[in-house]
């Protein structure tokens, strides 16, 4: 929605993928983006395509046609367009000759910029001289959070997950069990006997 609302600030229109479009119509959420809304076009990309006839998904695809825009029309539309851009959709913007002079806007955590997965993004960015600019945008908890929900649970242990910094939890948050990516374990359930009640808070 941010985005959206940045591209009416900037009299542009928001351009998104078949898949994006159909996740924000599944959602049935009528108070975001939508394929319809005013200056919302909806781009299907080779690999979504390909995913199409795989599928023979040809009537759902058939459902977006009042509000597509295809690759002979991106060049016109570059100039007045925000993109939701995947990496997958390089060739396509390439092929539609759209690259020259535009910019991206990361939103993803800067640490998945340092991935080998991430790379061949980068070198094409670096090819084309085409700035990055971060600007994460995060339903993470923070710091502060975190550390009211520990308190909450103050005889629990914490055990760091997606992080690249485990070995900071004990600073911050005490008792703490790492556990290596792929691992099982049994949670152990904290006996009512052992309850206090501080552990129900107040009411």
Not at 4 to 14: E, G, N, P, T, V
């Amino acid at each position: 929605m941010t985005i959206f609302k940045a591209c009416r600030k900037a009299r542009r229109q928001l351009i998104i993928d078949m898949y994006t479009a159909h996740v924000l119509r599944a959602s049935g959420n009528a108070s975001i983006p939508q394929a319809g809304w005013d200056r919302v076009k909806v781009f299907l990309p080779r690999s979504q395509k390909r995913q199409i006839r795989r599928k023979q998904e040809f009537a759902l695809a058939k459902t977006y046609l009042p509000w597509r825009i295809y690759p002979e029309e991106l060049t016109r539309a570059v100039r007045h367009s925000v993109m939701l851009f995947r990496p997958s959709m390089i060739r396509d913007l390439e092929d539609a000759r759209c690259v020259d002079g535009a910019r991206v806007i990361c939103s993803v955590w800067s640490g998945y910029l340092q991935e080998e997965s991430a790379q061949p993004m980068l070198q094409w960015l670096e090819r084309h001289g085409l700035p990055l600019e971060q600007c994460h945008t995060s339903g993470h908890a923070s710091v502060t959070d975190l550390v009211k929900l520990r308190n909450a649970f103050p005889k629990a242990p914490v055990v760091p997950i997606h992080t690249n910094r485990p070995e900071r939890f004990a600073e911050v948050f005490g008792s703490v069990r790492q556990r290596a990516d792929g691992e099982w374990w049994e949670v152990e359930r904290l006996r009512d006997e052992e309850r206090t009640s501080d552990d129900y808070g107040d009411d």
